[in-house]
Every structure is written in C-alpha cells, then in structure tokens.
C-alpha cells in the first residue's frame, strides 16, 4: 500500500511526501507510525545542522486505531521527529516534537489537492 504525508497548513508538507516504508509500534500507550519519507526535511530548520530528517513519527489525532486499520483516508495526524539530534527510537514522546499537523492519505493525488475527509 502506498502512502501519502501532506499538509495545506505547513511548507514543508505542502508537496506530497511520499512514505517509503513504515513501521507501526506504541510509545507512552499510543499508537504511532515510524515513517520514512522520500523527500527529508531540511534539518537546520529543526536544529539538526546538516543532518536532515526522513524519519517521522505520526500520531493519529482522532481515531487511535486507524493505523490499525488503514481503511479510510485521509487520516489527520501530529507529525513530530526527535526533539534531539541523533535519537533514533525515542522511548517516550517527551523526547518528540511536534512540527505539524498533516494527513495521511492512500493515494498521491488526493495528497495532492489535500482531499478532505
């Protein structure tokens, strides 16, 4: 299954990203999706210096079993990414930082025109 992060709210997820592979796992008793984008964030941006960002860790901010499911799109998420440079599995999401709000979506094209729900 293909899958699409986009956002109409912030820059860097105005262009679809698309996720090039994803794990699902549960930190501090929630559900998240660790997920590798094909276009990295800038890092600087973050505080990273040149070490940009492919992997983000999605939320989902209404139906916590929608990861489970992955039957009805788009999917409203918090997208966060290590609060420090070089964490690489955060153990709780206090060591996360939330830097959008965004949408999971099946397809491209309606990542495209931020299709709603």
């Not at 788009?74 to 990414?81: A, Q, S, T, W």
Request: glycine share 4%.
């Amino acid at each position: 299954m293909e899958l699409y992060l986009s956002s109409y709210e912030y820059a860097d997820f105005d262009i679809p990203k698309k996720v090039i592979q994803y794990r699902k796992t549960v930190i501090d008793n929630r559900n998240v999706m660790v997920a590798e984008i094909d276009a990295p964030l800038i890092g600087q941006k973050y505080g990273f210096g040149d070490a940009d960002v492919s992997v983000v860790y999605l939320i989902n901010r209404v139906d916590e079993d929608a990861f489970e499911k992955l039957n009805s799109f788009p999917i409203d998420v918090h997208v966060l990414i290590p609060k420090v440079k070089g964490d690489k599995e955060p153990l709780t999401l206090s060591q996360l930082q939330n830097i959008a709000w965004a949408c999971l979506y099946d397809n491209e094209t309606d990542a495209r025109i931020h299709k709603p729900v």
